[in-house]
Structures are given as structure tokens and as C-alpha cells.
């Protein structure tokens, strides 16, 4: 009987079930434009509203969006129907290096390799402001050259999930074998250093073939994980040991940090870094125009005099026709989700003046959240909700490349779409590559 075959959007063909979790099903799929074996991982929307996991599909979304390394499984894009989300990855079809480490433990030499990869991946990731905080050897692909993919970063945070008061992360999350001393404690902790232990304990699993705090009693293994209590095997090196050591330390500022690894004679023999780039170049189509988008760190900070570089992917989502997810994580209530994007080749400072300029001619208060964030304000009441209060962001994607994004934080939906179409539409034409969205 023929394999059933699934085309979704006019761009994938979607084939058969690789796997499946709690709340997605993964499929091996097909680029219809160009034959590429892609992984297709299709979420439920209504079942992870129910379950209250909206926020970690979002932040895995952002994540995935913002590391780019070749030992990173490769998000390619997103889209989304009214029930269904899709990511659509790259394909690693070497499986997971769990199932290498389960016949046995590896030579030393194939264990480092795999686990020079993995810290640096790791460390393209904490230079990215991002944790994974579930490392382990079923997280950790091969592809069809033998190299290492870290992948499942439904886990991992994020700057802003960082606690204020403290600086650390507080949320209890990864699996328990893996997981560093201090994650285990309902104190606060360094996603960076938590890494570090997990990579560790996965370097052991390679060398050894079992894990270093295992027991049957839970409790048991967490009373040896928070004093580090494990048996070094004979066929260690001495190297090798001394790594180990350094990994799986109980205080994590006594932990060896990710450079220091890095800089020791046993990782550095035979090590090629990964060539993940600063700033890849993507190319995006829209109305024919072709442009460079630059897919790398947001500059989003109250004092950078540079706008945000905005991310390919929300270009390309946001813009594309048929592939609009500016409501794909809307909230009943929530303030700022109604908008609409134009792109322009003039400067972002260019751009922000002349919004400025004629901000102040239709008679509009105009303020400065941030360098290249306006808050512009209506004079009289609307109808029904208030004052119309709009916010205008620009971002940079590449040189003389501007995108500049508006939301509506207050009044009326029928007033925000007046004002895009009388008061920016007409009056920023000349400024105008191409418009997306209608408003509210």
C-alpha cells in the first residue's frame, strides 16, 4: 500500500511518523521547491493552551531563531493554521547518540569528538544569551556524517526569564540524572554553569556506557549528585579524569567555565571549531524584490545607538503571504497585538525623523520610548476605548534595509486603522518599499 502523502501549504510534502511526544508529532517531509529532506514537527495549539504551554513553544521558537551553529539542529521556518503549529527542521537522519552510548561506552578519541561538538555549540548558545538546561545523550543527533546536532530547546531560557532581584534562573526543569546540584535546590542558579554540568555528565555516559549518580532511589541519586559522588572507571586517562573533575563540581562558581574547557591540551587536540557566523545572510522574497535579512543577536537595549537587527524569521512570518503568525500566540486582552509592518530603503534614522516630522504636522504627541521606538499619541478621545496610543518600531536588516512595525496599545481598532491608512499609508509613500497587514 502507498505511503499517504500530505502537501502543507503548497510548500512541503509531509510523509511518514518519525516520533511522537506528549504534545507534537514529528514527520519526515519534503521541500517541494528544491527536494531537501526537512523534519516537520506539528503542535497542537488547542492542547498546549490547555496544558498552560504556550510560553515554552514561543520561547523555543525564539531561541531556535537566534542560534545558528553547524552542531544546532537548523529551524528553516515556522507556520501555523488556526489549530496547528509547524516547525519545519532540518533533517538529522543519524538518530540519537543515546542509542550509540546504549551498546556500550565509545573510545575516548570518538567520545571527545562528540564532545567538542557539543561545548561548542553550547558555547555559541550562552554567547547568545541562551541555556539549554536539558542536555543528555537524547537530545544530541548525528547526522549522516557522524556529527553532533544538539536539539530540543523546549527547556532552554532566555536573558528575560532571568529573575531580577537575583540575577538566576529559579525554574526546576531538565532530567534529574543530568541535572546540576543547584538546579535540584529551590535556590537560584546560572543556566550557563548548569550546562556545564549536564556536559559532563554526558561526557562520562560517552566514556563510562552508564551515568555517574545513577540509583533506583531517586532520593539517593540526588543525595550523590549534591556531593558530586561518583566512581571514576580504570579505563579513564588521566586527562580524561582531570575533566571530569573540573565538569562535575558541586559549587558551581568552582565549576570550569566553557572557555576554560576550551583552552584545556586534551579538548584542544584535534578540535575544529564550528563555523557558526556572527550574522548568516538569508534571502527573502516579497513582490518580486529580493533583499538581504540579517539572521543573528537583537541589539535591544536602551543604549545602543543602533536599531534592533530584526530576525529573518519574523520577517518572513510576519510578511509573507499565507504565512502570517502575528496572531499565532495572541491572548484574550492583551494590549499590542493588532499592527502592521512596512519595509523601507531608507535609513532607520532617516525613517524615524521623517515619522517625527509628520507625527507633529497631523497634529499627533510624539515621544521617545527608546532611540528608535515612537509612542505617538491621538489629541481627541475615540469613540469607544480613549486616546489612540500607537507604537512605531524600526529595525535594521541590513544596510539601507528598514522595517518599521506598528501596534496599537490603546483605543479604538477602526482609529488604528484610519490612522495607518490616512495618516502613515499616504503621508510615508515616497519612504514605502512594500506594506504587510491591514491593521487591526
Known amino acids: 500500500m502507498e505511503e ?50 504556550m510560553e515554552q ?23 501555523a493554521t488556526k489549530t496547528k503549529i509547524f516547525f519545519v527542521m532540518e533533517y538529522v537522519k543519524g538518530g540519537e547518540l543515546f542509542a550509540k552510548v546504549a551498546s556500550g561506552r565509545l573510545k575516548e578519541e570518538v567520545a571527545k569528538g562528540y564532545f567538542q561538538q557539543l561545548i561548542s555549540a553550547v558555547d555559541y ?41 537575583d540575577g538566576l534562573l529559579h525554574t526546576r526543569c531538565g532530567t534529574p540524572a543530568y541535572v546540576a546540584p543547584e538546579v535540584l535546590r529551590k535556590k537560584g542558579y546560572g543556566g550557563a554553569e548548569a550546562d556545564v554540568w549536564s556536559c559532563g555528565v ?31 572507571p580504570p579505563w579513564f586517562s588521566n586527562e580524561a579524569k582531570r575533566v571530569i573533575r573540573k565538569l562535575l563540581v558541586v559549587d558551581s562558581s568552582k565549576r570550569v567555565t566553557i572557555p576554560e574547557i576550551m583552552r584545556m591540551p586534551w579538548f584542544r587536540k584535534g578540535f575544529e571549531p564550528g563555523r557558526g557566523l556572527e550574522l548568516e545572510e538569508k534571502i527573502f522574497k516579497f513582490d518580486g524584490a529580493e533583499a538581504a535579512v540579517g ?40 494590549k499590542g497585538v493588532a499592527g502592521s509592518m512596512f519595509i523601507s530603503r531608507y535609513s532607520a534614522s532617516k525613517v524615524v525623523e521623517e515619522m517625527v516630522s509628520l507625527a507633529g504636522r497631523s497634529g499627533l504627541k510624539v515621544g521617545k520610548e527608546k532611540e528608535f521606538k515612537l509612542r505617538i499619541e491621538g489629541i481627541s478621545e475615540g469613540r469607544r476605548h480613549g486616546k489612540l496610543v500607537v507604537t512605531a518600531e524600526v529595525f535594521e536588516v541590513a544596510p539601507e534595509v528598514t522595517v518599521v512595525e506598528f501596534s496599537k496599545w490603546a483605543g479604538d481598532a477602526l482609529e488604528f486603522n484610519k490612522f495607518l491608512e490616512e495618516d502613515m499609508r499616504l503621508a510615508l509613500k515616497n519612504m514605502v518599499w512594500a506594506w504587510q497587514g491591514g491593521g487591526a
Open 57 to 79: 513553544i514561543k520561547r523555543e521558537i525564539s531561541v531556535m531563531k537566534l542560534v545558528k551553529h553547524p552542531n544546532v539542529v537548523d529551524l528553516k521556518e515556522v507556520m
Open 125 to 165: 548558545c550562552h554567547s547568545r544569551g541562551v541555556s539549554h538546561r536539558d542536555l543528555k545523550p537524547e537530545n544530541l543527533l548525528l547526522d549522516e556524517n557522524g556529527d553532533l546536532k544538539v536539539s530540543d530547546f523546549g527547556l532552554s531560557a532566555l536573558p528575560e526569564q532571568v529573575s531580577e532581584s
Open 4 to 53: 499517504e502523502r500530505k502537501v502543507i501549504f503548497g510548500r512541503y510534502e509531509m510523509g511518514r511518523l518519525l516520533g511522537k511526544g506528549t504534545f507534537a508529532k514529528v514527520y519526515h517531509g519534503k521541500s517541494l521547491a528544491t527536494g531537501e529532506s526537512v523534519a516537520i514537527k506539528v503542535i497542537s495549539k488547542d492542547r498546549v493552551k490547555k496544558e498552560g504551554m
Open 202 to 232: 554526558v561526557l562520562y555516559v560517552l566514556l563510562a556506557g552508564f551515568l555517574p549518580f545513577q540509583d533506583e532511589n531517586i532520593m539517593k541519586m540526588y543525595s550523590r549528585i549534591f556531593k558530586a559522588e561518583y566512581e571514576v
Open 295 to 334: 539572521v543573528g543577536r537583537f541589539c535591544e537595549t536602551t543604549k545602543n545607538p543602533f536599531p534592533a537587527f530584526f530576525n529573518a524569521f519574523e520577517l518572513i512570518s510576519s510578511m509573507a503571504s499565507g504565512f502570517d503568525l502575528s496572531g499565532l500566540f495572541e491572548e484574550e486582552g492583551k
